[in-house]
């Protein structure tokens, strides 16, 4: 759990790192930019993403790219499962 509400495992390859989230309805991630390229993919639930000061609705099957060092936020509107890919491997989550 990095975040409260906000529960997490990740799997790392050689290359990449897979993140299969799962938030609490109202939990908010914080704004932040990383120099990973992300594609997000909404499994369940409805995701606010605010991208370079952008915000789209994300509902299920919804896929977005976030440009490495792009500053983003969110915020689960409703409880969501989200999996994320990183580009390369996201070593501050070993």
């Given at each position: ?19 299969y989230w799962t938030f609490d309805a109202g939990v908010p991630l914080p704004e932040h930019a990383h120099p990973h390229e992300q594609v ?55």
């Open positions: 759990e990095l975040l409260e509400g906000a529960h997490v495992r990740f799997v790392h390859g050689d290359t990449m790192t897979v993140a997000t993919n909404v499994i369940e639930g409805v995701f606010d993403l605010t991208v370079n000061g952008k915000t789209i609705r994300l509902e299920p099957g919804a896929v977005a790219v976030i440009p490495p060092n792009a500053t983003h936020a969110g915020k689960a509107v409703t409880e969501c499962r989200i999996i994320d890919v990183f580009h390369p491997v996201r070593e501050d989550y070993r």
